[in-house]
């Protein structure tokens, strides 16, 4: 079941290394989700105002997505289609490992700490700093995997995120208050996660990918209403640099379970 393309040091092939390398990614932006939770539950609590979330905040918030997904984009495409990189990753697996550390650093500043997460400049050196380490773990997971499928990958992820955000807009559902069942999901992926790393099974890898799939669609959903406003929860507009992330990972979580359902598909 499992594509044997290229064999490397210590007899370990592409496809072992694109499952393993997609799962520590997609793993550790699973951690977001109890960071997620937190900030929504304590914002739920508080004292909004009443009406929506301004529309000068929503602009900021997607302004700042739009110029992360396409920093990962140039970073990605980098990695994809320079072929020189691509074997200099394959024969250097130590390069996507060392990058881990810092982008857990940064990760962890941004989801623990919120007063520099609301401070201005630091906030957008940090968001920068980790969009530019997200695009480098996105682009070196990507070259165990064929241009052509990380491109059908790309193009699913944007049809499917344009047809949620669309959904989330116009739908009389509030999924705000799944915050707590999707957290709760969210956990039991990661430690599902933790078992298809060691167990070499193509049924238990398609399930997760599947599922991870559906949970990040409805994560989607939910933030873009959160960020939207008018529902049960909402979050703070000081909260910019926290929306833009929210909404980012969703997306960079759904194309790492795309790009896994593809591969398995072919």
Not at 113 to 137: D, H, K, M, S
């Amino acid at each position: 079941m499992y594509r044997l393309t290229w064999d490397y040091a210590g007899g370990r092939t592409l496809a072992d290394c694109s499952q393993l390398g997609v799962r520590l990614l997609s793993l550790s932006s699973l951690c977001w989700g109890p960071a997620h939770f937190l900030t929504a539950l304590r914002i739920a609590g508080s004292s909004l105002p009443t009406d929506s979330v301004s529309s000068a905040f929503i602009a900021k918030v997607f302004f700042l997505l739009s110029a992360q997904l396409l920093i990962t984009a140039i970073i990605t495409g980098t990695f994809v289609f320079w072929k020189d990189l691509r074997v200099w990753v394959v024969t250097h697996p130590w390069f996507i490992y060392s990058l881990f550390p810092a982008f857990f650093i940064v990760f962890i500043i941004l989801a623990c700490c919120g007063n520099i997460r609301r401070e201005v400049p630091a906030n957008y050196i940090l968001l920068g700093l980790f969009t530019i380490l997200q695009g480098l773990l996105l682009g070196t997971v990507s070259v165990f995997y064929r241009a052509e499928e990380v491109l059908w990958a790309t193009a699913a992820t944007t049809l499917v995120t344009t047809a949620l955000t669309i959904f989330a807009l116009q739908t009389k559902w509030d999924f705000t208050w799944l915050n707590g069942m999707l957290c709760v999901s969210l956990c039991v992926l990661m430690i599902y996660g933790i078992l298809v790393i060691f167990v070499r099974s193509y049924w238990l890898h398609l399930l997760y990918a599947a599922l991870g799939t559906l949970l990040f669609s409805l994560y989607l959903v939910m933030d873009v209403q959160l960020i939207v406003g008018g529902r049960h929860s909402e979050i703070d507009p000081e909260e910019y640099v926290f929306a833009a992330l929210e909404i980012y990972l969703d997306i960079i979580n759904l194309f790492l379970f795309i790009l896994q359902l593809i591969e398995m598909g072919r």
